[in-house]
């Protein structure tokens, strides 16, 4: 009998993303005990506490602000993420949402569920009504859209298509995306450059230290007035005070956004959704299918794709002895490693070692099977945060 | 002093189409007396006195549902519109209800208002209460679209940016409409072809007698189950009764149309817009700028573009002494013509004589000036409609 690894759901898990797990080598549900892997989408992990058997965690979506991060880093365990799964029912959202505001929808809708009276009352209010809708399209609008991963790209090139003028920043813009995005967009120097231009605004940044506040006064006052800002990123990443004094004024004409609260959901220029970025079936499939994948990668083979605290890590594997290290990111680790393994006499065919910040991963493919006490004394090394022997591959 | 032209504007008119009347030619406004012309946009003519005076009527739109055309044609007056100029507010309005339908937005913007309590209680009845509007992607789906004029094209063409299959129908397609259509749009043989694949169906034709209940209870029953459709062309071309029995049974999952009534209100599967399809400030002034351009053509040199009821009339002015004669469609007009001519020995330099079903138009450019009693000769032949002599072009 072949091992089984535990995976713990924590969230409805689309069945397109589950049935991706090979029932006879995986036991997966809302109540499996001692967990390999902790599968999830928007539950609450601060304050859980990490189950010792536990070895990964995928969040089937890209934000990934509901789980402990630095926690699973310093315990050696990696988070895994779904990022461009949601990205096209985001770019939908986006679009919707920018006409939506250019043609008043929401508040046109509203006015006429109020009508009353008989059919021509109501043909004759709204013939009448109609005038305080008018609104604009879209050709030569300039969209300022900063952040060009995933979702931001796809927003920039669907707004070219609609003749938009569409400027974009993203000081790390990597090559993959900038291939994707159509040459039609316009970089900006700076975020100033940028906002001082965008009449629709919208951001599609992570949320961290760096973005907190990202659209700050300084920037929102150099919109052209009377900009649309669109918010479908995180609620922190925009000064709140500041925005609401801009839509006050008029500065600012419309905020759309997917983070609901208090002050914003009572005010007139303002169009709340209910967290609805990602909310397709599609989205859920992409996410839950992408999540699950990167999980089975790496618990079988110990690769690391789409992880947002380990590095990419994946090694063709050509032996069936391998072995998953995860350590601290100082000197000599390999070196230890691969001593311990000659001490017993084995020979390492392949070695991966690539490091992030504070954690590196090693993948060592053995010729031959290494012993527990070999083993225990790699996982004894200092700054050894985990070691895995996987299961053989057939 | 040159004649001066009278038009009577019956509806507010962008300025920037009543810009385009040269102010020493034109007297333009709600009070003109004796007016040469009419320029409207959604107001009422039908009841409406035609001044003995009137030579031509311009709608600053595309629909001519309020204008008495019959009436006019037979009085040898021809109708302009609009077509076109007001595609891409359609597009744009049709692309973000689909979204619209598609990401339940109407409904989770009515939810969220409806949230109370702190910001805290408001983010966990987010989180709990998105589940109930998760919607669909675009792409693979597949958009049927009814009529291929100016504004049928447009939305098929952005329904295939948008990565959806788009399956079209209209047996009258114009080589100048098939042109601009994306050749990734498929052909439908026939309306139940198309119907029977649409997820989503749009139709964009006009209102007419062969379009009365098009989208008929057989055509309606054809839809694949929980289909989306959307009306933004004009209300009668739905058998309504039919369409709100397949809304209650959830075979039609959602309308979204342009003319609300009394009962499509209070429907929650309905969304009702004010009729806002062309209702943007860019719509309105191509709008303007087309009918003034229609009119002037035709009052300064008979030339016709863009009438509904006329034929295309165009002939390139060589002379200073112009004819416009308007007549039945019958035999030997311009003979009659010609020969009267010929009688007070005016040689004809140029001629252009087109029909259209009842009506012909007739341009003639002379080598000198048509004296006053050949001029009654002419307007006095039997089916001859009207005859208009055009001010000697500079």
């Known amino acids: 009998m072949r091992d089984t690894f535990r995976v713990l759901t924590l969230n409805n898990i689309a069945s397109e993303g589950l049935a991706r797990f090979p029932r006879d080598r995986y036991e997966v549900g809302e109540e499996v005990a001692n967990p390999h892997a902790i599968l999830l989408r928007s539950h609450e992990m601060h304050g ?11 969040r089937a979506g890209a934000g990934v602000n509901n789980i402990p991060v630095s926690k699973l880093s310093a315990l050696g365990i990696p988070v895994f993420n779904a990022p461009g799964a949601n990205a096209n029912a985001v770019k939908e959202l986006v679009i ?5 505001a250019a043609r008043n929808l929401a508040a046109a809708w509203d006015y006429v569920r109020g009508l009353e009276g008989t059919d021509e009352d109501i043909a004759r209010a709204v013939e009448a009504g109609k005038k305080q809708f008018v609104g604009f399209e879209l050709p030569g609008r300039t969209l300022g859209v900063i952040g060009l991963g995933a979702i931001g790209v796809e927003v920039a090139n669907a707004a070219l298509e609609l003749g938009m003028n569409v400027i974009g920043y993203d000081p790390n813009i990597t090559v993959e995306r900038a291939w994707q995005l159509s040459s039609g967009v316009e970089q900006a120097a700076d975020l100033d450059v940028l906002c001082s231009r965008a009449e629709i ?3 599609h940044v992570p949320f961290n230290d760096s973005t907190r506040g990202l659209l700050s006064r300084e920037l929102l006052a150099l919109l052209p007035k009377g900009a649309v800002v669109l918010n479908f990123a995180r609620e922190g990443i925009v000064d709140k005070e500041a925005l609401i004094a801009a839509l006050d004024t008029g500065a600012i004409s419309t905020y759309v956004t997917d ?7 009572g005010h007139d220029n303002v169009i709340c959704l209910p967290h609805l970025g990602a909310s397709t079936r599609e989205a859920e499939e992409n996410s839950a299918v992408m999540a699950v994948e990167n999980l089975r990668e790496f618990l079988e083979n110990g690769n690391i794709r789409r992880s947002v605290n380990f590095p990419e890590a994946v090694l063709r594997r050509t032996r069936p002895h391998r072995l998953v290290i995860t350590n601290a990111n100082v000197p000599n680790m390999v070196g230890q490693v691969s001593t311990a393994l000659a001490e017993e006499g ?19 493919d053995l010729d031959g099977p290494a012993g527990k006490e070999t083993l225990q004394r790699i996982g004894s090394i200092d700054g050894i945060l985990s070691i895995r022997v996987l299961p053989i591959i057939e």
């Open 48 to 58: 859980m506490e990490i189950p010792a058997s536990l070895c990964a965690v995928a």
């Open 96 to 100: 919707a949402t920018i006409l939506l």
């Open 201 to 203: 605004l919208t951001s």
């Open 259 to 265: 983070f609901p609260s208090r002050l914003l959901i």
């Open 346 to 364: 084995i020979n390492i065919a392949d070695l991966l070692n690539v490091s992030k910040d504070n954690v590196a991963h090693t993948l060592v």
